[in-house]
């Protein structure tokens, strides 16, 4: 074994065990299994969210649906990629500060919601909507934009 | 096999370099975001630290600012020159000279368009009128202005100075004898009372920062509009008020139409007959107040000045109960703290807070819209302006032509009226945003008066009659008429009028 090696594995190992530790304490300390819970008052955790969350509360959606319903996919591995990838531009965006004060949907988390309209009001919507997918398709939350929360 | 050791020896050191290096950039984001967290979670405990005492008498902002960083720096921001379409400002450079040390100004609206020189011919507005800057430089644009040729008193302070503390000095204590006393002094000897433009004490209570009235000129302003409009007795803004009126009678403490009281200097709010402009100016009428006497025409003047609250109070953004300050000091996050923004500027330059916590359309449609507001609000008051410019060829003409007094006297009120309601849409800093259809209104109105102006002095009607369509005379040309009308410009989007006044029979 050439010389250098042993010390070069020595810190690469203790390197990245920094960054498993610091990375695990940050998991924990930023709450990090509670986002993959249901519970609306999780994604309050950032302040930024509080606006929306106290909305929702007197939202006339409150009772029959939580943040995850409308805000993710409705199955398993969409949600989950939904989070991951939403908690990734979240923590970005929040640590270096560079979001609009009025944060403002991503047209892939806008189509989750409308998506989301459909799932549970399907009957109703399919007498109405004749055009399905698509460009063209009827756009629930532009007329219905306040029921989830006002804000 | 020693080269294939050598070779997997180096392939080794390689993976252990990236992994130690994309570890490093790992825990460099993650502890990022774990101070982030920390530091967010400590802000929002604490929403302020009291690091001095505040009281009454703390009129320095800079120690307000120690307490509250945040909004001190924000309303340190307001030196900004920005233009927007139609107000804002830039900065021009200027030598500075015993008279004027600013080595920074802003454009000359006179000088832009020299029909405003003309409109207050005679008076301190058409020897130096500038665009607005911000907050921050009030004092020091009112200190060096050119309309000081003409004398000015202690009474322009009220709105360009923090005032709260000075006056109270000046009365003693007692707030309004102290107005009463700086009313009357003159300029320069009242403009060494005072020292910063509009500061904290202005609208905040030093002890709870709540938002408090401290200018004696709204104070007594609202009073006699609320007897006038509810009748309620003795409305006192500090105790009666909600929190939402607050938020723009904090405003209105100056941006607001005012004249001086001929009798004491004591600067007042014209609200006894209400606050739209028709009404102010029927206020003027019945007590023969004037600002000035035109140079050219001798008609009886009056000079409006920025009537944004008065304007604001006729659109449909007050009908739906929104505050100055929702749009002007929207709510921005600083860090894990949600403070109203100090940096009071334009909407347009801020429209994600200012305008999409309601409008959810995107920043781009939200500004065309508020645009062809102005664009159409300014188009009307060119032609006003060209049609007020006719009348006072008309007046000059019929004056050298040996005109009936009768007739005269007319016109010269119809210039008044029509001025006074011209400068109020002119005056007010939104371009009609505030009210659009208060402001075309109060341009009809003007137009109107300017019609009838001319009628009299072709010996077909009086200016004396009301603004009434029913009331006028119906126009219908008169061969032979004594003084016939030039042709009028008319400026649309695509022929925009000409900046100078058509030279008519002069």
Redesign the interface.
């Known amino acids: ?2 010389r ?2 042993i010390p ?2 020595i ?2 190992g203790v ?2 065990g ?2 498993g530790g ?2 695990s ?2 998991f924990v ?2 709450k990090g299994f509670s986002y993959l819970s249901n519970d609306p008052a999780v994604c309050a955790n950032c ?2 969210m509080k606006d929306y969350l106290d909305a929702w509360h007197k939202s006339s959606h409150h009772a029959v649906a939580v943040c995850n319903d409308c805000h993710t996919p409705h199955d398993l591995f969409g949600k989950y990629l939904t989070k991951a990838l939403n908690g990734w531009h979240h ?1 970005v965006a ?2 270096t ?1 560079h979001f ?3 944060i ?1 949907i991503t047209p892939r988390n806008r189509a989750i919601t409308e998506a989301a309209c459909r799932y549970c009001h399907e009957p109703i919507v399919q007498q109405i909507d004749r055009f399905g997918h698509g460009p063209n398709a009827l756009d629930c939350i532009r007329c219905h ?1 306040t029921v989830g929360h006002m ?1 | 096999m020693a080269e294939t050791g ?1 070779n997997s ?1 180096t392939k ?2 390689v993976i ?2 990236v ?2 290096i994309v ?2 950039g ?2 460099f984001g ?5 101070v ?3 530091e ?1 979670q400590q802000e ?1 405990q604490n929403p302020f630290y009291r690091v001095v005492d505040l009281d009454d008498d703390t009129e320095d902002p800079a120690v307000w600012g120690k307490n509250f960083p945040l909004q001190y720096d924000q309303y340190r921001k307001t030196t900004d020159m920005v233009r927007t379409k139609f107000g804002g400002s830039e900065a021009l450079p200027h030598t500075p000279d015993p008279y004027d040390p600013r080595m920074v100004v802003s454009q000359s609206k006179i000088e832009l368009d020299p029909r405003l020189k003309r409109m207050w011919a005679g008076y301190a507005f058409a020897i130096d009128f500038r665009e607005e800057r911000g907050h921050a430089y009030m004092l020091e644009d009112q200190t060096y202005t050119q309309r000081h040729k003409k004398p000015q008193f202690g009474n322009c302070l009220h709105c360009h100075a923090s005032v709260y503390v000075p006056y109270k000095k000046a009365g003693h204590g007692d707030l309004m004898k102290g107005f009463a006393e700086v009313c009357k002094l003159p300029y320069a000897e009242a403009r060494k009372l005072v020292e910063h433009p509009v500061a904290c004490i202005d609208c905040h209570d030093p002890k709870t920062m709540q938002l408090r009235i401290t200018r004696p000129g709204f104070l007594e302003g609202i009073r006699n509009y609320m007897k006038f409009a509810k009748g309620i007795e003795n409305y006192d803004p500090n105790t009666m008020a909600t929190r939402q009126e607050m938020r723009s009678f904090v405003c209105g403490q100056c941006h607001v139409e005012y004249y001086f009281r001929p009798e004491d200097k004591r600067l007042t709010y014209p609200w006894f007959k209400g606050l739209q402009a028709d009404q102010i100016l029927a206020y003027y009428d019945e007590s023969g107040f004037k600002d000035w006497v035109h140079e050219e025409t001798g008609a009886p003047m009056l000079k409006t000045q920025h009537p944004e609250f008065e304007m604001w109070n006729q659109g449909i953004h007050a009908r739906a109960g929104v505050a100055c300050a929702d749009c002007h000091m ?4 600083v ?2 703290m949600k403070i109203s923004d100090h940096h009071v500027r334009s909407p347009l330059l801020n429209i ?2 200012a305008c ?2 309601c409008h ?1 359309v995107p920043e781009s449609e939200l500004l065309a819209r508020a645009e062809r507001i102005q664009e159409k609000t300014h188009a009307m008051r060119e032609v006003a302006m060209d049609a007020l410019m006719t009348l006072i060829d008309s007046i000059k003409f019929a004056q050298t032509a040996g005109a009936d007094e009768a007739a005269l006297t007319a016109a010269r009120t119809a210039q008044r009226r029509a001025t006074f309601l011209l400068d109020f849409v002119e005056a007010e800093n939104s371009t009609g945003f505030h009210a659009d259809q208060e402001a075309a209104r109060v341009l009809f109105l003007a137009l109107d008066h300017l019609r009838q102006g001319q009628m009299a002095l072709a010996g077909q009607g009086s200016a004396s009659g009301s603004a009434n369509p029913a009331a006028a005379t119906p126009p219908s040309p008169t061969p032979g008429a004594s003084v016939s009308v030039p042709e009028t410009p008319v400026a649309t989007p695509d022929n925009p009028a000409p900046q100078n006044a058509p030279t008519g029979q002069t």
């Open positions: 074994m050439p250098g090696f070069l594995t810190i690469a390197v990245t920094i960054a610091v990375g304490y940050t300390y930023a302040h930024v923590s929040f640590t500060g609009p004060d009025n403002q934009q804000k | 050598q020896t080794w050191i252990l370099l992994t130690a570890a490093v790992v825990t993650v502890t990022a975001l774990l982030d967290i920390f967010k929002a929207p709510y921005m996050r860090g894990a994600n807070n999409q916590t959810k």
